[in-house]
């Protein structure tokens, strides 16, 4: 039963890396990889044995799990496509992740404050990663390297054939060496099906991660969130309420409550008038006391 449980997970490994293309190559081939070559297609264009990658991976996987402290292994990736992958496989497997240009004498200076001595260090690409590799061979440290049909294998202990220039081969490689690492440790049970997605570790353009946010996070109308009651704007007032509060002014008289003034407009002229009448009187008077005299 186990040789059966064993034999369906290669299988079914082995149709993942198919479908995220881990078996395609380059139109050059390096002579220490010729052993994982299956063949050459009619382009030109060499095809990796994926029997032999899956084996590689399940010997990185031991090497992985015999290390106690998983802070003293270091991935790194300076290819853009990897960046994602190393960070998500530093965040399942507990491992210190170097995602970017490699800072020369990370191994080696000991007077630089990022200075680190890792017990193993994994990396995407032996080409592209050449400076920690030869950091690495200096000080003494084992390197695990995914390398392609034209990568050197210098200085590289493990060496896993796959393709390592595209996005999704680079993610299902990462996914399925964190998964076999889980498994080895006891975390995950080797018959069930991991819960996280391939997905994960596959590298997202800025562009494409913006329009996946903004779908998903749609914009909500404005609602207010409070209400008007009657009591706190009422419609109409009562004048007794403006009366009473209304100040005192010298020199008017008050307004009597009730009082209809609409009613007797005709009483407030008439007294004008009268005293303009008088005031008048008054003044002529006066002018013509002052020419009599």
Known sequence: MGTKGVLSQREADIQMMLAADVHLGTKNCDFQMERYVYKRR??????????????????????????????????????????RAVLKFAQFTGAHAIAGRHTPGTFT???QTSFSEPRLLI????????????????????????????????????????NNKGKHSIGCLFWM????????????????????????????????????????????????????GA???????????????????????PPVAGADWIAAPGNILEKLVNRTIKKLKNKISQNCRLKMG
């Open 109 to 111: 200076n000991q007077l």
């Open 42 to 83: 009619s382009d030109g264009i060499f095809i990796i044995n994926l029997g032999k990658t899956w084996e590689k991976l399940q010997i990185a996987a031991r090497v992985i799990v015999a290390i106690e402290n998983p802070q003293d292994i270091i991935v790194q990736s300076a290819r853009p496509y990897g960046q």
């Open 123 to 162: 990396l995407t690409d032996p080409r592209t990663d050449h400076q920690p590799i030869r950091e690495a061979a200096l000080g003494n440290i084992p390197t695990i390297a995914f390398c392609d049909t034209d990568s050197p294998m210098k200085h590289v202990d493990i060496g896993i054939p796959a």
């Open 231 to 253: 009591e706190q704007w009422p419609t109409e007032v009562a004048d007794a309420q403006w009366e009473s509060e209304a100040p005192a002014v010298p020199g008017i008289v």
């Open 177 to 228: 060496l964190a998964r076999m690492v889980l498994q080895m440790r006891g975390t995950i049970v080797p018959g069930r099906k991991w819960d996280v997605m391939v997905d994960l570790f596959f590298y997202r353009e800025a562009d494409e991660a913006k329009e996946r946010e903004e779908e998903e996070v749609a914009p909500a109308e404005y609602v207010p969130t409070f209400t008007l």
